[in-house]
């Protein structure tokens, strides 16, 4: 319900002021706020953003207009301006949306106060005493300038039927902290507030320069797998040497456990079982990744390579200490040796 004010204040657009990336092309009363450049951080919140960031450009630049109206008993034209008042569920949407950046400190709740209503008369009275704000800017308590204040600081109306939340702003694609995107989906959770993590690197711009690294990676892993199953076959077709010699044993051990490790690993590369065990099509197309519990493969895969990436590297921490040992035993055994020779 838009107020009256006798004495305009509301001003003109100025040709290129900007909030939030946003044009003020539109009539404003002054704001007595200094706009809070860094709740800009809550644009990487995308879903919050969408209604928080119109919100604090409609408190810092409050919407008005300045009309002229003739009355019955007076010669001269009167000047009329309306201040927009927004709803008070617009507000209380803004708080719900932005839950996960007010849990972080973030939420700008001295702006966005959902108690500044016309109705709220407890409110007014708590800003008009000595202590409060509409006190300390109006100092000479002149009638005039505290209404004119009064007016300024109540945002929101429990009686403006307006639907202003079917103008929200549009999240982009790539707004939230990166290498997070925008997307949604009914059964995965985002990471937070409406950020999913991708199942491509948005650094890789071209699904065929992805599916490349795949490709490269697996040959890779393959590989190296192989040159490490092949050492082992070599040595354990040494029998006798692998079961008396301690350290090759633990060496053969390590070589067969790092080529478990890289056959995961490379296997989980190829493009189109990755896709099916660990990505999900949300909207947009976006490709993002199940939770690590959501997958039977990703948990599969998440145990056998810990186990056989901490065995390799136990066997070869095992092998570096038998090998020690071994190397300070013939040493003892040298030293005895020649102590025995200079005896006799």
């Known amino acids: 319900r838009p107020s009256l004010i006798y004495i305009p204040l509301g001003m003109r657009p100025v040709s290129g002021e900007m909030c939030f990336g946003l044009p003020i092309d539109y009539s404003h009363v002054p704001a007595t ?13 995308p879903k919050c953003w969408s209604v928080l960031g119109p919100m604090l450009c409609g408190v810092i630049y409050r919407p008005c207009h300045v009309g002229n109206f003739i009355t019955k008993y007076q010669s001269k034209d009167q000047t009329m301006e309306t201040w927009q008042r927004f709803p008070v569920d617009m507000c209380k949407r803004v708080h719900e949306l932005c839950e996960d950046g007010g849990q972080l400190g973030l939420f700008p709740s001295e702006l966005i106060d959902c108690s500044r209503t016309a109705e709220n008369r407890t409110w007014l009275k708590e800003k008009e005493n000595h202590n409060g704000s509409l006190a300390r800017l109006v100092p000479s308590g002149d009638e005039e300038a505290l209404k004119n204040e009064r007016e300024r600081r109540t945002l929101f109306s429990e009686s403006c039927p307006l639907p202003y939340d079917k103008n929200a702003s549009r999240p ?6 990166f290498p997070l995107v925008y997307t949604s989906h009914d059964h995965i959770p985002p990471v937070f507030d409406q950020c999913y993590l991708p199942c491509r690197n948005p650094l890789i711009s071209s699904s065929a320069g992805f599916l490349s690294f795949r490709l490269i990676r697996a040959c890779m892993c393959f590989v190296l797998a192989a040159v490490c199953i092949a050492i082992f076959c070599f040595l354990s077709s040494r029998s006798s040497t692998v079961l008396n010699d301690d350290v090759t044993f633990a060496i053969a051990c390590c070589l067969l456990s790092f080529a478990a490790y890289l056959i ?22 976006i490709a993002i990744r199940n939770t690590l519990l959501d997958s039977k493969w990703c948990l599969l895969t998440f145990f056998v390579s810990h186990v056989s990436l901490a065995s390799s590297i136990g066997f070869l921490a095992a092998a570096y200490a038998l090998n020690a040992a071994c190397a300070t035993k013939a040493d003892a055994l040298d030293n005895k040796k020649e102590k025995q020779s200079v005896i006799k």
């Open 264 to 285: 995961v690993w490379g296997t989980g590369s190829i493009n189109f079982l990755a896709q099916a065990s660990e990505c999900t099509i949300a909207e947009h197309g």
């Open 172 to 177: 982009e694609p790539m707004q939230c902290i």
């Open 33 to 45: 706020e200094v706009l809070p450049v860094e709740y800009e951080v809550l644009r990487r919140f």
